[in-house]
Structures are given as C-alpha cells and as structure tokens.
C-alpha cells in the first residue's frame, strides 16, 4: 500500500541553524501539507502546496519557514534559522485532491530537536 | 471558523470492550468531512474513518464506527472489541468544502486499554 515517507526521523540541531526536512508523498498524489505537533499538544496546520506555489498558510508559517518540491517525488520544508520553539514533531501529508471528502494521508513525522 | 472539541484528555477501556470518543465540533459551512486518526507511541497519525457532513449512514470502518448526530454536531468514534494494540491518543478533525482548507485538529484523547 502507497505511503508517505518522511526523512530524518529525528533531526537534532543548534539554534539558529538551518534544517530541511524532506517529505515523499504517495505517487499520484496532487496537494500537500506540513503540520506540526508540539510534544503534548494537538497538531496544527503550517501550510498547502498544489502546483508548485503555496495554497495556504498559518500565521506559524512565517518567513524563517519555506517549502519547495525540488522534483517530482520530494517536498521539503526548509526552516532558515531554527529556534528553540521549533521543537515538535513535523508531518507532511498528501492528498489527491484537496476538497473536504478527501483523505490526507500523514507520514510518520520528523522529531526536531533545537538545543 | 471551524473548530473541534475533545473533552475526554484520558479514557481506560477493558480488554473486548467497546469505547466511545467524543468529539464536537463547529462550522458556519454546510458541507465539510469529520475525520478520526490514531497516534500510537510511536508517533505517526494513522487515519481511521471518515465522515461527511451530507452521508446518510454513519460510517464504519471494521472495529470503527462513528456516531454521526449533526443537529448535535458531534462525531464520536465507538471502537468495538478493545485490542491491547487500540492504546494510543485519538485525534478528531475536519475540514470544510472552503477551496484547499487545512484539517483542523482536536486536542485528542489518550486511550488506554487494560488487559
């Protein structure tokens, strides 16, 4: 069965530092999505992609964060200058299309550790 | 604005048992789908069902089932036969037929199951 995969599973960093994390949505998957989940707390929605160009954005989503899909298998979310309230496990997540009846499937995350 | 209610932090089920999740939520749009996923320790969010706002029949999914009662807006999930692997937070979520929206997460509810 497709599955989205996601890349490190545990990424430790400096504060300040840069890091990208990587995301392999299901193949025919159009639309994707980062959220993310603070330890202990519900998950929260960061931001959309179809096309090439973001659909929408959460006030989290500030100008320290980007996403790309560099070709056609990987989309990345790339914090510029890590912080050490960035600490939270990262989804990504896709979709076929991107009404209200339509499942996002998650991958099993990435744990960001600022120090 | 949508929002999703999970008053339930905690919940203890015996092993063969059914437990009910609740969750409410709310939506000015009248088309919109209710979600159920599960987190086990590990971390990943694994989707369980889905729910659209326009179904007659609640859904069910094997084990699962959701209690669908729109005039109540509630969704809650009703696992049948408890297994020790059911252990985990369970998110409720939705998303309303608004173009690309994001899904919208409860704060979850950990369930425990006891042999």
């Known amino acids: 069965e497709p599955e989205v995969t996601q890349t490190p599973s545990h990424q430790v960093t400096q504060m300040g530092q840069e890091v990208i994390l990587r995301c392999v949505p299901i193949?025919?998957?159009?639309?994707f999505y980062w959220y993310r989940q603070i330890l202990g707390q519900k998950v929260e929605f960061l931001v959309s992609?179809?096309?090439?160009?973001?659909?929408?954005k959460s006030e989290i989503f500030d100008d320290q964060f980007s996403v790309e899909r560099p070709d056609g298998s990987n989309f990345t979310l790339k914090i510029r200058s890590t912080k050490l309230e960035d600490s939270a496990m990262y989804f990504c997540?896709?979709?076929?299309?991107?009404?209200?009846?339509?499942?996002?499937?998650f991958g099993p995350g990435t744990r960001l550790t600022v120090l | 604005a949508q929002k999703i209610t999970q008053t339930q932090p905690g919940m203890f089920v015996q092993e063969k048992e059914a437990v009910t999740l609740d969750c409410t939520y709310d939506?000015?749009?009248?088309?919109?789908?209710l979600f159920w996923y599960k987190q086990p320790s590990s971390g990943e969010m694994i989707f369980l069902i889905y729910q659209g706002s326009y179904d007659q029949q609640n859904a069910t999914e094997g084990r699962y089932s959701l209690n669908f009662q729109k005039a109540r807006k509630s969704a809650n999930l009703v696992i049948s036969a408890s297994q020790l692997g059911d252990s985990a937070m369970y998110f409720c979520a939705m998303r309303d037929a608004s173009g690309n929206t994001p899904l919208v997460f409860g704060k979850g509810t950990r369930l425990s199951v006891i042999a």
């Open positions: 997540a896709s979709s076929v299309q991107a009404d209200h009846i339509d499942t996002q499937y």
């Open positions: 939506t000015s749009d009248p088309s919109y789908g």
């Open positions: 992609f179809y096309n090439n160009e973001i659909s929408e």
């Open positions: 193949s025919n998957h159009l639309y």
